[in-house]
């Protein structure tokens, strides 16, 4: 009998760790590295090449994309929002400025409480178009000191939901 040709193909000779030391098993399409350790080399590849053109962008002065298509341009920003989005506001550096504005803004964590009589309503409480918070007794208008302008509200409703409809004139003959 002959020998067998050679193809060029050769089956592996066992499972491949991931180069990572992850614990999983790797494959020669994705660098010898698990999917898992392969998809985040991916993204930190993508934030890399965002953050270069990102700053090339910023001493530049201009646009540094140019040549590239409008749409890759556009999706490129898009990334980069979003990125920029993710940082965690108090890993950022503040100087003494910034300080006295974060203080001022500072969101109120605590219960949620009736606007009226100031009891813990938790998560049944009702939103009033004053904008306010109140429990099941107070949520009604008549049973709270209540600032928004139901009449004009309804008035401003009806008359764009009932244009005004006039017929033309006609000629007398």
Request: one cysteine or more.
């Amino acid at each position: 009998m002959e020998a067998p040709k050679e193809t060029g193909c050769q089956a592996p000779e066992g499972p491949i760790l991931c180069v990572n030391n992850c614990g999983f098993f790797g494959s020669a399409a994705t660098m010898n590295m698990c999917s898992k350790c392969h998809k985040d080399m991916i993204l930190k590849q993508e934030q890399a090449k965002l953050a270069a053109t990102s700053i090339e962008n910023i001493v530049n002065g201009g646009s540094g994309s140019t040549d590239k298509d409008p749409a890759v341009a556009d999706a490129i920003n898009l990334q980069a929002g979003a990125v920029e989005s993710k940082i965690d506001p108090i890993l950022a550096p503040r100087d003494s400025s910034s300080s006295n504005q974060n203080s001022e803004v500072k969101v109120k964590v605590g219960p949620n409480r009736c606007s009226a009589c100031r009891k813990r309503v938790g998560l049944t409480g009702f939103s009033c178009r004053c904008g306010n918070l109140y429990c099941a007794d107070h949520r009604y208008s008549d049973k709270h000191e209540c600032s928004f302008d139901y009449r004009t509200a309804a008035k401003d409703a009806i008359t764009k939901a009932n244009p005004i409809v006039k017929a033309e004139k006609l000629d007398k003959i």
